[in-house]
T-cell receptor, first 115, second 114 residues
Framework: AQKVTQAQTEISVVEKEDVTLDCVYETRDTTYYLFWYKQPPSGELVFLIRRNSFDEQNEISGRYSWNFQKSTSSFNFTITASQVVDSAVYFCALSEKYNFNKFYFGSGTKLNVKP | DVKVTQSSRYLVKRTGEKVFLECVQDMDHENMFWYRQDPGLGLRLIYFSYDVKMKEKGDIPEGYSVSREKKERFSLILESASTNQTSMYLC?????????????FGSGTRLTVV
């Protein structure tokens, strides 16, 4: 079974629109970590955020915000006022404390922001 | 900043060739990883290493081997390349507590086997 599900394969928006990327995870551990990575066309995955399972506070960083809800096992990512430079593939990932060498990645969501 | 450097961005190899993909990190990270990325499948772990000369199989190790003779270098070896190994290969590294700190990735090697 998939530990991390990103149901949206590809999303296209027009610049300045808001967009939310969904991530649903599955784990039995009580201590775990959730991540979002961005992969621009250059190929390198860039770390965006880490959240541990004990911190359900939502986080905002500029135009980016993250909504972590344990009740629904979701860790969604919203980009406000999207820009062309946001075009990339975004990956959600899960790591469990007692198996820390392994990350479970979702299949990724490709975001296309059109001018 | 931690840098993970993969020796080639693009490679074209023939079926049956032995292929070496090299990865070097410069921040003394204990853990190193090799993933392959295919459309619709996300990132799949091939092998990882948590110390010099140590290696562990990931989810899809068949057809691959690895070598870690020095802490900073982790090599992925395709013993006899096949067309189904055409893919993007990503190397990553992390501190020992990778779950907490996350990974740092290289820019990837796009391998085409013809």
């Amino acid at each position: 079974a998939q530990k991390v599900t990103q149901a949206q394969t590809e999303i296209s928006v027009v610049e300045k629109e808001d967009v939310t990327l969904d991530c649903v995870y599955e784990t039995r551990d009580t201590t775990y970590y959730l991540f979002w990575y961005k992969q621009p066309p250059s190929g390198e995955l860039v770390f965006l955020i880490r959240r541990n399972s004990f911190d359900e506070q939502n986080e905002i960083s500029g135009r980016y915000s993250w909504n972590f809800q344990k009740s629904t096992s979701s860790f969604n990512f919203t980009i406000t006022a999207s820009q062309v430079v946001d075009s990339a593939v975004y990956f959600c990932a899960l790591s469990e404390k007692y198996n820390f060498n392994k990350f479970y990645f979702g299949s990724g969501t490709k975001l296309n922001v059109k001018p | 900043d931690v840098k993970v450097t993969q020796s080639s961005r693009y490679l074209v190899k023939r079926t049956g060739e032995k292929v070496f993909l090299e990865c070097v990190q410069d921040m003394d990270h204990e853990n190193m990883f090799w993933y392959r990325q295919d459309p619709g499948l996300g990132l799949r772990l091939i092998y990882f290493s948590y110390d010099v000369k140590m290696k562990e199989k990931g989810d899809i190790p068949e057809g691959y081997s690895v070598s870690r003779e020095k802490k900073e270098r982790f090599s992925l070896i395709l013993e006899s390349a096949s067309t189904n190994q055409t893919s993007m290969y990503l190397c990553a590294s992390s501190l020992r507590q990778g779950a907490y700190y996350g990974y740092t990735f290289g820019s990837g090697t796009r391998l085409t086997v013809v």
